[in-house]
């Protein structure tokens, strides 16, 4: 592909629900530009922009693509991410990178749960963005019923850019208003108004004109007075209106067939902004000051990471220049890390087809192989002028579960194949959790994890098994008590002698653990009395009740008793170690659970459910909102009742619930479940002790 200039370049990423129809209208795009000679499809596993392994065997997309195309000399880099909810992350990363977002509403369902992520995430980024219906030729499809769901449940002001001519089979065309042309057919050949929709497009037209003046301070001033706009003012007043977000254009076609297509591609190289419409980039320089800066190559070089990816062939990093030019075997600068990176060779990847290119302009996006340590999120630029862009940022994770490797081999690559797996996705996290000894891998959600974990085995060759993570526990002391504890073994050998008296009391949680020493007059010396912090800290370890790890505990050593032989620091280390448990059984140990704030939006009818279902996940309500026709939860729960809440929402809502949750505090695991629950993990740890 030839090297394009960035005001001939339009960054879009299309957005919507899953099966809305993007990777479908992406392989008609394709096809139209002549990047394919051959059409293939998502449900048999050929669509050009599904082409990872997981994508083709699950017939959908999990990754974002991209697809640049030249549509009227101007190169359009499509940006097709995966709709299902479970990507959000890619839907951020695509955004970070692109001008504009095409938005696209299935014409049967209307607006969706993701629709509404999706538009909540160009909202986010402040994207402009139009508004396609696409399936326009499925059954049953009414224009009239999607266009009420648009308007009830996204905010924003939407207006015809088109009429669609026809409905459902009988969809055949749009009529452009801009222009008042029909576009007819799979090639949009150009075509006067239908002689019934003359007067329909005619009143259409001028909400069009009306709106397009909004975008314009002067244009709204001629608008008012009652002048006609010229062709070129409305053109420009809807560009600039849609480019504010005071209004977003809806569009309509058949993605599959092609009908209306070519009016498509005429709108986003016509209304959507170029890289250097959309008010520069910022970035923070050396010295942490932050500014904007225009997106041009006279601008400093600065080189954004938004997506890595490995397979046999090593890592590619996809990039979008900001500022300045980047050219392949150059020399660039990764501030980060304070070290010079060799730019092979450029490339501009359509799906997983590659050609090479000489340069890249400010604003365009391309892909290039082996820069070492360089991950997403990272800016390059020059030696002498290191600018940072700020990194994609992404939900916490919704979903965990614990990684069992297979065997020995596999247990030996887990953690190397982690540390892959998340680089090349950052809404995926993994850790070890000490106080229940698993591994885990958090993420969006059960799909998002189980596609990991298979990509684990297919990229890295690793296998492992899953299981639903153990709740990390900790225990706590709720009142003061004493232990007075004499170690002593003097039989044979060298002696061993060492008494403490210990007192622990509460604290804050948060404090975690404290030790204090109350001796006076030497009855113990200085480095015993460390011997017995050291003791306590390792029963910190594992606490008394089911040996999870001890927190808000103060221990006070207040007297105590040295053997002038037989003292040494390993008996004061036990003394301090069983003086300690001794203690903390006295003093009302309890457990800790980890509390969560959860928020969940659901559609306002769901709501009652919603709430009562709380309830029986022994949940706290913070409060309430109402926002348009959802309603938003907010709500203290405990990890333990969180653990598939996911497919719960999903039953709850029929899908139309949306929830994050991020970790809060420990809180104390009721009084009338502390025993059972007790009971139950000491006898888990007994069952885990045997397997090992
Ligand atoms: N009738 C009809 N079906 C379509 C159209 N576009 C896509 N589909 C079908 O809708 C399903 C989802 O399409 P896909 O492109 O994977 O959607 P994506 O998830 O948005 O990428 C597939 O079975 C497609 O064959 C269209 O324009 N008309
Ligand atoms: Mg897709």
């Known amino acids: 592909m030839k090297e394009y200039q960035t005001g001939q370049i339009r960054n ?52 974002t693509a991209i697809a640049p ?67 326009m030729d499925r059954e049953n499809v009414r224009v009239r019923r999607v266009k009420e769901s648009i308007a009830n449940n996204l905010v924003g002001h939407f207006v015809d850019l088109q009429l669609p001519i026809g409905e459902g089979p009988a969809f055949k065309g749009v009529v452009d208003l801009l222009h008042m042309e029909a576009r007819v057919g799979e090639k949009g050949d150009k075509a006067p108004i239908p002689a019934d929709m ?25 608008f008012l007075e ?42 986003f190289v016509d209304l959507l902004p170029a890289p250097n419409e959309v008010g520069g980039f910022t970035a923070t320089d050396a010295r942490g000051e932050s500014a904007t800066y225009e997106v041009s190559n006279a601008s400093p070089l600065a080189v954004f990471i938004f997506k890595s990816r490995e397979d046999n062939f090593g890592k590619t990093s996809y990039l979008r220049v900001f500022g300045g030019t980047l050219a392949s075997d150059s020399r660039i600068w990764d501030g980060a890390r304070n070290a010079e990176v060799r730019v092979g060779t450029l490339q501009i990847s359509s799906g997983k087809e590659t050609s090479p290119i000489g340069k890249l302009h400010a604003g365009d996006i391309g892909t290039v192989v082996k820069l070492g340590e360089v991950g997403t999120n990272d800016t390059l630029g020059d030696r002498g002028k290191v600018l940072t862009i700020a990194p994609i940022v992404q939900p916490d994770p919704l979903a965990s579960v614990a990684i069992h490797p297979a065997t020995q081999a596999d247990t030996a690559k887990l953690s190397q194949s982690l540390n892959r797996l998340v680089a090349e996705d950052l809404t995926l996290h993994w850790s070890t959790e000490p106080s229940t000894h698993e591994t885990i891998l958090s993420g969006m959600g059960q799909a998002h994890l189980d596609i990991a974990v298979h990509k684990a085995l297919s990229k890295f060759g690793v296998n492992m098994r899953t299981t639903t993570p153990r709740v990390p526990y900790r225990e706590t002391i709720t009142k003061s008590a004493d232990a007075d504890y004499t170690h002593k073994k003097q039989t044979g050998g060298a002696g061993q002698y060492a008494r403490v008296a ?73 003394a301090g170690r069983e003086g300690f448990k001794e203690a903390v059984r006295k003093a009302g140990p309890m457990l800790l659970e980890p509390i969560y704030e ?64 991020k970790f809060m505090q420990y809180g104390r695991v009721p009084g009338h479940l502390q025993d059972e629950l007790v009971a139950k993990l000491r006898k888990e740890r007994e069952t885990e002790g045997e397997a090992e």
Request: proline share 3%; with cysteine.
């Open 12 to 63: 879009i990423a299309l957005v919507s629900h899953n099966g809305a129809g993007k990777t479908s209208l992406v392989e008609r795009i394709l096809f139209k530009t002549g990047a394919i000679t051959r059409m293939g499809a998502v449900v048999n596993g050929t669509a050009h922009m599904d082409f990872e392994e997981e994508e083709v065997h699950r017939n959908g997309s999990i990754a």
């Open 69 to 135: 195309v030249e549509w009227k000399g101007v190169k359009l880099n499509l940006l097709d991410t995966p709709g299902f909810l479970d990507f959000i992350g890619e839907v951020n990363s695509a955004m970070k990178v692109a001008d504009s977002a095409a938005v696209l509403v299935e014409a049967v369902s209307g607006v969706e749960v993701g629709t509404e992520a999706v538009w909540a995430a160009a909202e986010a980024y402040g994207r402009p963005r139009v508004l396609v219906v696409n399936k």
């Open 198 to 222: 003359q007067s329909a497009a005619e009143d259409a037209r001028a909400a069009l004109v009306e709106a397009a003046a909004e975008g314009d301070d002067a244009l709204i001033e001629k």
């Open 226 to 267: 009652g002048e006609e706009l010229t062709g070129a003012e409305v053109a420009r007043g809807l560009k600039l209106a849609t480019l504010n977000g005071v209004v977003t254009p809806i569009l309509y076609c058949a993605g599959e067939t092609g009908v209306g297509v070519d009016a498509l591609l005429d709108a």
């Open 502 to 574: 210990l007192r622990v009391e509460p604290v804050e949680e948060s404090r975690g653990f404290e030790f204090a020493s109350e001796i006076f007059g030497g009855a113990v010396s200085a480095p015993f009395v460390s011997a017995t912090e050291k003791g306590c800290r390792q029963a910190l370890e594992g606490g008394v009740l089911a040996g999870y790890p001890v927190v808000g505990v103060r221990t006070v050593i207040y007297d105590g008793k040295m053997h002038p032989v037989d003292s040494k620091e390993i008996a004061f280390q036990t």
């Open 598 to 661: 959860v928020t969940v939006t659901v559609p306002a009818d769901n709501m009652g459910d919603i709430l009562g279902d709380m309830n029986t996940r022994r949940a706290r309500v913070l409060g309430m909102d109402q926002e348009g026709h959802k309603s938003i939860v907010r709500a203290e729960v405990p990890l333990a009742e969180m653990q598939s809440y996911a497919a719960d929402l999903r039953s709850m809502t029929q899908g139309r619930g949306l929830f994050s949750m």
